[in-house]
């Protein structure tokens, strides 16, 4: 149970990535909670990525970006780079260039600024409070299983080093399945005799016991399966983003480094 309620809390917690006039209509609706910068941290699935493929399905950002939290918890990543490269048009080429800070929007002060012109509760800019340590408990339950087979006796399906791949599997599935179907915790394979540290396939016993390059293998193809899973997944109504509204219906009040103020339509 502790396992897959911290799974359910971590893919709960996993940004989904959305458009920019979806987070600006769900800005001014009130839904936003909370703001960070999508470079101060990871969050959900993010924090436990002990494979390449790791747990970041669709949800690359390439320019300026945002994570933000709505009123239940559910995180996303928005893009805000239409906003962050609006230029002030207060400032001529004699006064600033485009690197300047005066005239680069904040974008955080644009977020409370849209929000008051809203008339809705302006979110907390800079951190996600609570709702960005959704990932922990489980990265919590992932160290634990490594310490617990660091220490315990041999699992009889995998070696230790095959089993620490296991691990890996997002979501806590690989921890869930030793839990589930190894020793020491399913009492028929604890019944079993300890294999030999290396010794790999068909056992005495009938198990046949994979090593750390076969379980890596599985582990890799397993993860990509997973990650077009939660692609797909990430697409129906109800669990995915929101969906951005129609062009022009959103209007942000958007604010300068220097302090001139202006609003962008999209």
């Given at each position: 149970m502790v396992v897959a309620?911290?799974?359910v809390l971590?893919?709960?917690g996993t940004p989904a990535p959305t458009s920019e006039a979806a987070f600006g209509a769900a800005l001014r609706s009130g839904q936003v909670r909370a703001v960070s910068p999508a470079a101060?941290?990871?969050y959900g699935l993010e924090v436990l990525t002990p494979l390449p493929v790791g747990a970041r399905f669709?949800?690359?950002t390439g320019g300026a970006s945002v994570v933000w939290a709505s009123r239940w918890g559910r995180?996303?990543?928005t893009e805000v780079s239409t906003l962050a490269g609006l230029p002030d048009p207060s400032q001529s080429a004699a006064t600033?260039?485009?690197?300047d800070v005066a005239s680069r929007v904040d974008v955080y002060r644009s977020v409370v600024a849209t929000a008051a012109a809203a008339d809705v509760p302006a979110p907390r800019v800079g951190s996600l409070g609570p709702y960005g340590w959704l990932g922990w408990p489980l990265l919590l339950a992932w160290l634990t299983g490594v310490l617990l087979l660091v220490a315990g006796p041999q699992p009889r399906r995998v070696t230790k080093w095959g089993l620490f791949w296991v691990l890996g599997l997002p979501a806590g599935i690989g921890l869930a399945w030793w839990v589930l179907r190894d020793a020491p915790w399913d009492p028929r394979m604890s019944a079993l005799p300890a294999p030999a540290p290396r010794v790999r396939g068909v056992q005495p016993s009938g198990a046949v016991r994979a090593g750390g390059g076969t379980s890596f293998m599985r582990v890799l193809v397993a993860t990509v399966v997973l990650g077009a899973l939660w692609t797909l997944l990430g697409r129906v109504p109800v669990l995915g983003p929101p969906a951005a509204p129609p062009p022009g219906s959103v209007t942000w009040s958007v604010v300068w480094g220097g302090g001139s103020h202006g609003s962008l339509h999209e």
């Open positions: 309620g911290s799974a971590a893919v709960w101060d941290g990871r669709g949800g690359g995180l996303y990543r600033g260039q485009p690197g």
